[in-house]
């Protein structure tokens, strides 16, 4: 769908496979085009697998790819451009044979008309990593951004690789409010001269009722070597409610603008919406 600055729809269109197909994140190419990358339903495996299209100005579809792999894979689907006509495609990766279930970083780097030039995963056994996005800090380094622990314990993680994938250190990073939460990392900014910004949210999850019993925003800043520099928690700090940031952009005054909700679990009021500024 294309609208004008006004809202009016210039186009719309429907892409059908007959399968299941979902667009997550879309990228402009320089041409006007448009590239578009998301998830197709593998009726063999049971899962989903990467899927990247291109489109031109139009909204004509000029080629489409479907990536199978051994696992199945969701998540934002990022699309990076590396400044060389290729992309990188970052999701998370399950291992729908593992018992547990495993989760993984998945990165897939991508010539550009869609040709897979490499695709690797990261993570261990004794947790699980779920990756949201990439940044390219320099020639030569490259962060992955997610999350990753145990089942019960879960904490916003930053790796940082080489250009051929290699990993050269890996580093989590919470508030050490909880003994058992999960944090999840919904967007992030980083600027060159400051560092990286990441928001999202923590989650206490209570093992006796299987439901949320707190959630707190947060905001938290890294600098260029990877060391964190502050953590900000916000929120109420209450039990009857759930509040969590999903988007954050840089102001041009250099402070943060978020956006995200606030829900109320005690009396039932349901979601508001809730932004900041920091």
Known sequence: ??????????????????????????????????L????????????????????????????????LTPGAEYG?????????????????EVNVMSFPIQEDFLVMRVAGDGDVLSCRTYGNAESNE???????????????I???????H???????????????????YDDGTYAADESSVTSYSYIPEYGLFVCGFDAFYNPFTFIIDLSDAFVFHVTDDGDLAWWEDFGTHD?????????????NDGGLLLAGSR??????????????YV
Do not use: C, P
């Open 1 to 34: 769908l294309k609208t004008d600055s006004l809202g009016n729809i210039v186009w719309q269109k429907l892409y059908n496979s007959n399968l299941h197909d979902e667009g997550v994140s879309l990228f402009l190419t320089n041409d006007g085009g448009y």
């Open 36 to 67: 578009v990358s998301g998830y197709r339903y593998n009726q063999e495996l049971f899962g989903y697998d990467l899927t990247l299209t291109q489109f031109d100005s139009a909204g004509n579809v000029i080629w489409s790819k479907f990536y």
């Open 76 to 92: 934002q689907i990022q699309l990076f451009d590396n400044g060389d006509n290729t992309f990188y495609m970052v999701a998370v």
């Open 130 to 144: 779920k990756g949201w996005g990439i940044i390219k800090i320099d020639a030569n380094r490259y962060w992955l």
């Open 146 to 152: 997610g999350t990753g622990g145990a089942d019960n």
């Open 154 to 172: 879960t904490d916003a993680l930053l790796v940082q690789i080489d250009s051929s994938g290699n990993v050269m250190w890996s580093k989590v």
């Open 239 to 251: 039990a009857y409610y759930w509040e969590l940031f999903q988007r954050m952009e840089i102001a």
């Open 263 to 276: 829900t109320t679990y005690g009396n039932y009021d349901g979601s508001e919406h809730w932004d900041m």
